[in-house]
């Protein structure tokens, strides 16, 4: 009796204090180089958020929301206004009729909609289809939804897929790929000649894909934002993925949605349902004056960040980075050999420390940290000044 007791505390002793799950992934990086960044005083250009103002009216009219009592729960799966709001701008932009009633689900910005999203339609044991670099959620948001992935290399320096690399990442157990386009980190736009690929993947599969299109107002150079669920076949197994974040400079909303088919969208709104009931209900109010605002908001939106764009690619070029020029999103990926550091995260906290601005290391973007050790990415969503700034200082690196 005695022994089985002691024996029953050495297993307790031995078993973790956390679930597996949690063990197998860390601390966000780039969450952690803005903390690094705010420590030393650093310019902040690791972690992707604006540090410009919104949009006036959109700020009034979250404030008139919640002056006019627009306190309480929303409707679960987002305030009928603001899915009106999502169902036209994306028929204007896709030329494609949703139901907001049916076909969409508004959560706690993109990130958790991810999360919902990937609950609604996995089971342990699927793949997951994801292309490397990726935005670093993706490896959690598998784990904790109990997915496999299965990684394609996008190919620098114009990050190109290879079309049988992506056909052999396909297998009988994929469930799913994640499409990121405009693309976090890498800043690539896919072409329609590469979404017909991954399209006649999904179809051959029988797999969805999820498009995470939260940079689709991004897109500079000619180049053009399309959604994968515009192509043949693809409406009845795409959910599209889009917040307000990016598009109106209101990272700290967390005001994102899903629209899927009907099945799908009840499933996610379930799984929404009981991770956080809803997302906030007067900014979701003042999503709809936003979704709204006149096509010129839009444009003048994406001429200051290809402005943005711009100024950095001089600036880290005269710095000595090589850029992988980028045509959509707000980041640049840049190669580092030139400074001779051991590996990105050295080389990043080099940067912070000693240099004072702070950038994301290519590691966190790949699977294999050595994949990314000659890498680091700098988001330009800031201001004139800030970017003049973080410019003056990376020139002490030729020192
Ligand atoms: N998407 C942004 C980035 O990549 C912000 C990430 C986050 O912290 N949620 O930097």
């Known amino acids: 009796m005695s022994e089985k007791i002691s024996l029953a505390a050495g297993v307790a002793e031995r078993r973790s204090p956390v679930s597996q799950k949690a063990q197998k992934f860390t601390e966000s990086v780039i969450r952690e180089m803005t903390r690094l960044a705010i420590e030393h005083n650093a310019v902040n250009l690791a972690q992707g958020f604006p540090d410009f103002a919104a949009p006036e009216e959109v700020k009034e009219a979250a404030v008139a929301a919640i002056r006019a009592d627009i306190n309480q729960y929303e409707i679960t799966w987002g305030a009928r206004e603001f899915r009106r709001a999502v169902a036209e701008r994306f028929h204007r932009d896709t030329g494609l009729e949703i139901d907001p009633e049916r076909e969409m689900t508004v959560c706690c910005g993109a990130t958790e909609t991810m999360i919902a ?9 699927d793949e997951v289809v994801v292309f490397e670099p990726f935005y670093e959620n993706y490896g959690p948001d598998a784990i904790i939804c109990g997915a496999t992935t299965r990684h394609v290399r996008l190919h620098p320096p114009d990050w190109t897929i290879d079309a049988q690399e992506l ?5 009988d157990r994929t469930r ?6 405009p693309n ?22 029988g797999a969805y894909a999820i498009t995470d299109e939260i940079y689709q107002f991004l897109v500079y150079d000619g180049f053009r934002h399309v959604s994968l669920v515009t192509l043949p076949g693809m409406r009845e197994r795409t959910i599209t993925i889009n917040a307000m974040s990016k598009t109106y400079s209101v990272t700290g909303w967390r005001v994102g949605y899903a629209i899927a088919p009907p099945e799908v969208t009840n499933a996610v709104r379930k799984m929404h349902d009981f991770l956080t009931v809803g997302a906030a209900a007067p900014l979701q109010q003042a ?3 936003a979704l709204r605002l006149p096509e010129s908001y839009y444009q003048q939106l994406c001429v200051n960040y290809q402005t943005r764009r711009d100024r950095m690619l001089v600036g880290l070029e005269q710095a000595g980075f090589r850029c992988f020029r980028p045509h959509g999103a707000y980041y640049i990926m840049t190669d580092i050999s030139a400074f001779g550091f051991h590996n990105d995260v050295e080389f990043a906290r080099y940067l912070v420390r000693e240099i004072g601005v702070g950038v994301v290391p290519g590691s966190s973007f790949y699977r294999d940290p050595a994949s990314g050790a000659q890498q680091v990415r700098f988001a330009y ?11 003056r200082r990376l020139e002490k690196l030729k020192r």
């Open 117 to 125: 999203s990937l609950l609604a339609i996995i089971d342990p044991g």
């Open 167 to 171: 056909a052999a990442a396909f297998t």
């Open 176 to 181: 799913a790929i994640i499409l990121n386009t």
């Open 184 to 205: 976090n980190p890498t800043g690539k736009v896919f072409t329609l000649a590469e979404l017909e690929l991954i399209a006649e993947q999904c179809r051959r599969a």
């Open 287 to 289: 999503g709809a004056t």
């Open 381 to 391: 969503c800031k201001k004139d000044a800030t970017l003049d700034e973080a410019l």
